[in-house]
């Protein structure tokens, strides 16, 4: 089963198999599992890091007031950015 994680804004899957592709997310309350996610590749890490190099003097600009319940101060081109989490 894949479940996707986000590079750069967008849903994303591993190629990677075996028994150590996959994150276990647990509860700190009980241990028990909360979820679970692909793990990203070599290739999706160096995508994320070069995305977040690249939006990185856009990101220290913000104003502390952005955000979603705030959208009137982000850039315009944030304003459409996604909420929700991957299915």
């Known amino acids: 089963m894949s479940t996707p994680f986000w590079v750069a804004g967008k849903p994303a899957s591993s190629p990677n198999t075996g028994p150590n592709s996959r994150a276990?997310?647990?509860?700190?309350?009980?241990?028990?599992?909360?979820?679970?996610?692909?793990?990203p590749s070599d290739e999706d890490t160096e995508r994320a890091v070069r995305a977040a190099a690249e939006v990185s003097a856009d990101t220290a600009?913000?104003?502390?007031?952005c955000g979603p319940t705030r959208w009137t101060t982000c850039p315009s081109r944030w304003r459409s950015a996604p909420t929700s989490s991957p299915s």
């Open 61 to 65: 600009a913000l104003p502390r007031t």
């Open 24 to 39: 276990v997310i647990r509860s700190p309350y009980d241990g028990s599992v909360a979820g679970e996610h692909d793990l």
